[in-house]
């Protein structure tokens, strides 16, 4: 296909300048950078001079950008991963995925589900293992003390339920090593991130008070009991997961001396993103060739 090495190169430039800001400046992306990516890539793909395809992919990126803001204000994603995903889903959909198109004869999927698809597994495999070294390092051999054992119910139900799904799979997959290879990697985790989710949580987590807080920083409600959640937003008024300015200015009039957990190394998950992107430039959906083998 014409260009599609200039989309290639370009998903990876935008994947990785993401990544590097993510890693080295402690997940502050620039508006300049984010901006800029973003109508770079609504740009570049009127080069392909498929109107079918340049219509469908500003949808899709209208979309992704619409959904990812509610989602950001949730505290669940932030802002720079939204405008990654939505730059990127522009970017990679010039790239043709066979993968996908064979599983859905006559119906191209847009190539942003495969990155979804493969950034969870990336994130689902190096994520935990990640920060249960930190956790280690952190708290030593007492890091196993953390483990509830609910968590230890948790992970086994996950695996229990992983093995089964596999099993009906590997009857309709012909790649049973590949599958399974796979599966595997996503159950070990899956698993060690339901088992050690306190230490790894109390890692990225820092106690600190409104002086500490930054926009867009997230409280970890997971930390707080409900109890503790209802007396913060009886005292602040725009207390919520998402640090804002307005709480930020509304904690410093009311003198708020309270400190609360605060997901200050939390997880650079541009990361997983640039893996994904990898991925699915590479294999597309790596589970999907799996399964069709």
């Known amino acids: 296909m014409q260009f599609y090495y200039v989309y290639v190169v370009s ?22 950078f984010a901006y800029s990516t973003l109508v770079f890539s609504f740009l570049i793909i009127l080069i392909s001079e498929n109107i079918h395809l340049i219509l469908e992919s500003y949808l899709i990126a209208f979309v992704i950008l619409g959904l990812g803001y509610f989602i950001y204000k949730a505290g669940q994603l932030g802002l720079g991963d939204v405008f990654e995903f939505a730059a990127l889903s522009l970017l990679l959909a010039p790239i043709s995925i066979p993968m996908i198109a064979y599983m859905t004869p006559g119906v191209a999927l847009p190539s942003v589900i495969s990155l979804f698809l493969d950034t969870g597994i990336a994130a689902i495999i190096a994520v935990p293992l990640f920060y249960i070294c930190v956790a280690t390092k952190k708290f030593g051999k007492s890091v196993t003390n953390k483990i509830r054992g609910a968590d230890v119910f948790k992970a086994i139900a996950v695996v229990v339920a992983y093995a089964a799904f596999v099993a009906i799979l590997s009857q309709i997959s012909h790649s049973d090593t590949l599958l399974f290879s796979i599966m595997f990697f996503i159950v070990l985790g899956s698993a060690l991130l339901l088992l050690f989710q306190r230490p790894i949580t109390e890692v990225m987590v820092e106690h600190v008070g409104f002086a500490g807080f930054t926009e867009d920083d997230i409280i970890a409600f997971n930390l707080m009991s409900d109890s503790e959640i209802a ?33 200050k190394q939390a997880v650079p998950f541009a990361v997983p993103i640039f893996l994904g992107t990898l991925l699915t430039i590479i294999v597309g959906n790596i589970l999907i060739v799996a399964l069709i083998g």
């Not at 300048?17 to 502050?28: A, C, H, I, P, Q």
């Open 11 to 32: 998903a990876i430039l935008v994947a990785f300048g993401y990544m590097l800001f993510d890693v080295l400046n402690k997940r502050e992306v620039p508006n300049l």
């Open 231 to 263: 007396k913060a937003k009886r005292s602040v008024s725009t207390f919520d997961r998402l640090v804002t300015k307005k709480m930020i200015a509304e904690m410093k009039r009311k003198r708020i001396k309270q400190k609360f957990p605060v997901y």
